[in-house]
């Protein structure tokens, strides 16, 4: 399962396409996957014969998992079920962990599944304080953050010295596993991504129970509410905004359409953008995600290597990158996490907003619609063509001299229409 930079820990498996015996060739297509910005095939990097399928079709799987193997002259494939087994043995740890954390509180220990049960009589009392709780109990999860959930429920009440009652509702229970990390200095918990290593078939056994009934499109919608409810809590965003003088940026569009009809305004702003970019991150190499609107919801394809390409081959890159978004299909690029992302609202009649940085992301330009409006220019009023440009970034990478010194090289290559309308090919 491909390891995507942009997406959630693990990867929504829709479909096989290929079945254990076939005889697959290189960049043969084998399963269908979905992540939080589009479907997604699955090329086989080996010829051979496929062997069995590690998981499931319409299951959740950890990113960078073996889901199936290519087997050669004379292999047999004796890896199993990988997800069926890797259940079992969750269900075995987190019965090993529930016991272990009813020793560190002080509690009896947990009866195992295959002790007898006993009757109420034998039940010591912190027994039967455990048997009250809900009827539906919460999965136990064996993650550090996990452990950290069954301690604070489990423990006993620090004023009175009673065993606590309550239990984490399974819902509450899977939000805060999916956020809570090793406690920090002040004792606290600190906010982090969850490792796949922690709560992979956790992971896949909590997701599983979302995807039964629902479809693709909910599929879609749910994963990106998901990626940006997470970027919106754990990136502390800040945005700095400039006004830019655009009209250079209309000069160059027009003189390329002369040679393509198709080139946007965006296809100029992308290398503007691009180029801009490129000391902050010390690399001529920059590449872009594009904000696109779909019917399922936002999709953030990936434009490669921008900076040094003319205008001319960015208008071909995002065209091709708007049709992926719009027909729901990504290319291997898509999985890379880009430089940036720009995000642009002009054609709406929008004139300024801030948009949440992409989970994965450190950065996001919002630009609105290109007009006339009034500027000064030597203490004389005059009318020029203007852009608002936002410039939304995770403080934690970047600080506002970092920001504003985008910004300020972006005002500086708009303003030299040669430098963008230059062919590099």
């Known amino acids: 399962m491909p390891a995507l930079g942009m997406a959630s820990d693990s990867v929504y498996l829709a479909e096989w396409l290929k079945q254990p015996g076939d005889r697959i060739e290189v960049g043969d297509v084998i399963a269908n996957i979905e992540t939080d910005k589009a479907e997604l095939e699955v090329e ?21 998992a073996t889901i199936a193997v290519v087997l050669q002259e004379g292999e047999t494939d004796d890896g199993g079920n990988e997800g069926s087994d890797a259940v079992a043995g969750a269900h075995a740890a987190d019965e090993a962990g529930a016991r272990e954390e009813a020793a560190d509180a002080g509690l009896a220990p947990l009866p195992s599944a295959s002790e007898p ?46 065993l606590r009652s309550y239990a984490l509702s399974p819902r509450e229970r899977r939000r805060r596993s999916g956020v809570l990390g090793e406690a920090d200095r002040d004792g606290a918990a600190s906010i982090s991504r969850p ?33 940006v409810s997470r970027s919106w809590a754990e990136i502390p965003h800040f945005s700095v905004q400039r006004e830019l003088r655009v009209r250079p ?5 027009q003189m390329m359409r002369a040679l393509n009809s198709n080139v946007s305004l965006t296809d100029v702003l992308i290398r503007a953008y691009a180029m801009s970019l490129m000391e902050r991150f010390g690399t001529r190499t920059i590449d872009l ?19 040094l390409a003319d205008v001319l081959r960015i208008s071909e890159l995002r065209r091709d990158a708007v049709g992926r978004a719009l027909n729901g299909r990504s290319s291997l690029d898509d999985a890379d996490t880009p430089h940036s992302t720009i995000s642009n609202l002009g054609a709406y009649g929008v004139d300024a907003f801030t948009a949440i940085v992409p989970f994965g992301q450190t950065s996001i330009l919002s630009v609105g619609t290109a007009a006339e409006r009034p500027v000064v ?27 504003a010194l985008v910004l300020q090289k972006l005002a500086a290559i708009i303003a030299q229409p040669a430098l963008l309308g230059a062919l590099t090919r």
Request: charged share 25%; aromatic share 2%.
């Open 44 to 64: 086989s990097t080996f010829a051979g014969v496929l062997g069995r399928h590690r998981f499931p079709a319409d299951s959740e799987v950890p990113s960078g």
């Open 117 to 162: 049960t006993r009757s109420e009589e034998e039940r010591t009392p912190e027994e039967a304080t455990l048997a009250t709780r809900d009827a539906e109990p919460a999965r136990t999860i064996s993650s550090p953050a996990a452990s950290a959930l069954q301690r604070e429920e489990r423990g006993r009440d620090e004023a009175t010295g009673e």
């Open 195 to 227: 490792s796949t290593a922690d709560v992979p078939v956790v992971t896949a056994m909590v997701a599983n129970e979302r995807r039964t009934s629902v479809d693709a499109a909910t599929r879609y919608r749910a994963a990106v509410s998901t990626a």
């Open 249 to 253: 940026l209309i000069e160059v569009q």
């Open 289 to 307: 995600g594009l904000a696109v609107a779909t019917e399922r919801g936002v999709s953030i394809p990936v434009l490669r290597d921008v900076a």
């Open 377 to 403: 220019d030597d203490g004389a009023l005059t009318v020029d063509v203007t852009m608002q440009a936002t410039l939304n970034v995770d403080h934690r990478s970047w600080d506002g001299q970092h920001a």
